[in-house]
């Protein structure tokens, strides 16, 4: 789990980085163990009268597949520097109307034990083609899980960094 203090430094430190033209206000960072996400907003296309949804969307995975082929190489800089700086892969993405694209990310492995009835509720999802392999049916139960409890999580995580507060304020804590 990264700390608040790095997830500020690296925020900030994208905005100092990003050109101001890339993004509509500034992007939305993710930041865990391994990876670094970055998604900014660009200007969806202006289309004339009524559109159907086809269209708009269409007219979206243009303007967006524009915008990664004329920022790739400015892109692959700053995510090699960033790289070097906090030692986690950067990935980049955008949100064009209704559109959100990540052009890459990490798939981390995760090694896992689980016992015979865990693996069974792996397996009736496999064998139901909700997924391709045990892989897939977990990382489907972990997002559902996610989607679910998202407001859990979240108190989740704000608890950790009040206790990440305390422990930068103890007694060991250097001024």
Do not use: Y
């Amino acid at each position: 789990m990264s700390t608040q203090v790095e997830d500020e430094r690296v925020r900030g430190w994208l905005a100092g980085r990003l050109p101001q033209e890339w993004f509509d206000g500034e992007p939305e960072v993710s930041i865990d163990r391994d990876e670094i996400l970055v998604v900014g907003t660009i200007p969806a296309p202006q289309q004339e009268g009524e559109v159907s949804a086809a269209a708009r969307s269409a007219a979206e995975e243009g303007r967006i597949k524009q915008f990664r082929e004329d920022t790739r190489e400015r892109r692959i800089e700053i995510a090699r520097e960033l790289e070097h700086a906090t030692r986690r892969k950067v990935a980049w993405g955008v949100r064009c109307g209704e559109t959100r694209t990540v052009f890459t990310s990490l798939s981390a492995p995760v090694m896992t034990r689980l016992r015979q009835p865990e693996r069974q509720v792996l397996d009736t999802l496999v064998d139901a083609g909700v997924a391709r392999s045990r892989s897939d049916a977990l990382g489907w139960c972990v997002k559902l899980v996610a989607q679910h409890s998202e407001t859990w999580l979240k108190d989740l995580r704000e608890a950790m960094e009040k206790v990440e507060n305390v422990r930068r304020a103890g007694p060991d804590a250097q001024s």
